[in-house]
């Protein structure tokens, strides 16, 4: 099909639509009355014989006619406009009498009929329709009596019909081809304005909205969605726009403390001991970079990271233990201990790679926020379907208010900014709830200030 705007494609389809309708109304039509022209015509023939038979005799083994004076009326002389004919039979077709205006043409006949019939021929260069019906007398069919009637009347009639609905037939499908073109028009109009509008939304107006209309049609629902989208789309660009500056920051804040140890190391000679100070201020501050660059990798692969999953059949308890094992170091220098309960082998169907990220980051948060010669209670538990992992530490909390906002990226409680000495970016709880969204898996973290924090993993 050639491509069509939209308000062309109402029309053309409103058009073909009612071009079907029409034709079968105007079929329809023409049929109702062909049916019942014919109904009138076999209706009057019905009538003519009746009234001719009651003039029929049957005496001394012949057919005879009584009234002769009916045949000699004008319509039985003449072939006018409506005429009658009239014709009478022997059984073997011999004409025992006929009307004038057949002159020297017969009726048709058929031989051995034994119920009437209703025929369609010319006679005299007229259509008619003829009737035959057996004469029975003394139980015996003694003859045939036809009668025949004109009729061009009804042809002419049927052929005005149909040269009026063919008249007809384009002029309303013109007609309401400009109509649905006004209808169309009218219908599309809001949604011209919907494009107008949205083509001039870009980031330095993403503010701007749609205007619902009045009545909560499809077009407000399109509207609605589109709002909604440019909602979805405006909160994304500020979460970049502040992701990028954090991000800008905790970058700039390791790099000035190397590049400000360096200039301090050449202005003028220094000892063993003082360069070996420096020095490891400098990698430590390198490996915190590293750490950062890492974290900020694993967010930015995390937009697409369901289409690498590699989901596999894994033993929890293992996991646990792995991550366990890797603080084993900053465990003692913390003097903190772990207490880990589970029951044997809990397996889950998960990423291994992306749930050891969580867990590790989780962990990492119970330990460094935990006070000297706490515990840290880790737990699994399996119901129904269901697997739940709960790590609680008995540390310095979350206050209340702060509960939501530890999961925004770069987010930092006022603890950790009030105590630079803990080592802190604010991207674990953030990597760690985005890759839960990715392996289907809910967080729940509840915590009271200067209490404590729970995590409960749902697998």
Same mark, same amino acid.
């Given at each position: ?207 701007? &909205?749609? $205007? #619902?209309?009045?009545? +909560?049609?499809? %077009?407000? @629902? /399109?509207?609605?969605?589109?709002? !909604? ?22 970058? &700039?804040? $390791? #790099?000035?403390?190397? +590049?400000?140890? %360096?200039? @301090? /190391?050449?202005?003028?000679?220094? !000892? ?188």
């Amino acid at each position: 099909m050639i491509n069509l705007s939209l308000k062309n494609r109402i029309s053309f389809y409103y058009i073909i639509s009612a071009a079907i309708l029409i034709f079968v109304v105007f079929f329809s039509i023409y049929n109702i009355v062909s049916l019942s022209i014919d109904k009138n015509i076999n209706d009057q023939l019905v009538k003519e014989v009746e009234e001719y038979q009651q003039k029929l005799s049957y005496n001394e083994e012949e057919l005879e006619i009584n009234e002769h004076e009916e045949w000699e009326q004008r319509e039985h002389n003449e072939v006018f406009i409506d005429p009658v004919f009239l014709q009478v039979t022997d059984i073997n077709g011999n004409v025992i009498q006929k009307s004038r205006n057949l002159r020297s043409q017969n009726l048709l006949f058929e031989k051995n009929i034994q119920i009437q019939k209703i025929t369609n021929l010319v006679v005299l260069g007229k259509d008619i329709r003829q009737i035959q019906v057996p004469l029975f007398f003394h139980n015996k069919i003694q003859g045939y009596l036809m009668v025949a009637l004109s009729t061009k009347e009804e042809i002419d009639i049927l052929n005005s019909l149909i040269n009026i609905l063919f008249v007809l037939f384009p002029l309303v499908l013109i007609t309401l081809f400009f109509v649905s073109q006004f209808i169309a028009g009218k219908s599309i109009k809001p949604i011209n304005k919907i494009i107008a509008i949205s083509e001039t939304i870009n980031k330095n107006n993403i503010a701007t &909205r749609i $205007p #619902l209309p009045k009545y +909560k049609d499809e %077009l407000f @629902v /399109l509207s609605n969605t589109i709002n !909604n989208l440019l909602d979805r789309i405006a909160n994304t660009i500020e979460r970049e726009k502040q992701f990028t500056s954090d991000a800008s920051h905790e970058l &700039r804040t $390791p #790099l000035a403390v190397i +590049k400000g140890t %360096l200039e @301090v /190391l050449i202005r003028k000679p220094r !000892n063993t001991e003082e360069y070996q100070q420096k020095i490891n201020l400098c990698i430590s501050e390198v490996d915190r970079m590293n750490k950062l660059v890492d974290q900020l990798l694993i967010l930015a692969r995390l937009e697409n990271q369901k289409q690498f999953l590699r989901i596999e059949n894994l033993n929890l308890n293992e996991i646990v233990n792995e991550v366990i094992n890797h603080f084993s170091e900053e465990l003692q220098k913390q003097k903190v201990k772990i207490s880990f309960d589970s029951i044997p082998a809990n397996y889950v169907n998960t990423d291994k790679y992306l749930l050891t990220i969580v867990i590790n980051n989780l962990i990492s948060n119970a330990v460094k926020y935990s006070k000297l010669n706490d515990t840290i209670s880790i737990t699994i538990d399996s119901k129904d379907s269901n697997t739940s992992l709960k790590i609680i530490d008995h540390g310095i909390g979350i206050a209340k208010e702060e509960v939501e906002k530890v999961f925004n990226a770069f987010y930092k409680t006022n603890y950790t900014v009030n105590h630079p000495e803990i080592d802190g970016i604010g991207l674990g709880l953030s990597i760690a709830k985005r890759l839960c969204d990715v392996l289907n898996v809910e967080l729940v973290l509840t915590s009271e200030e200067n209490q404590g924090t729970e995590v409960t993993l749902i697998i």
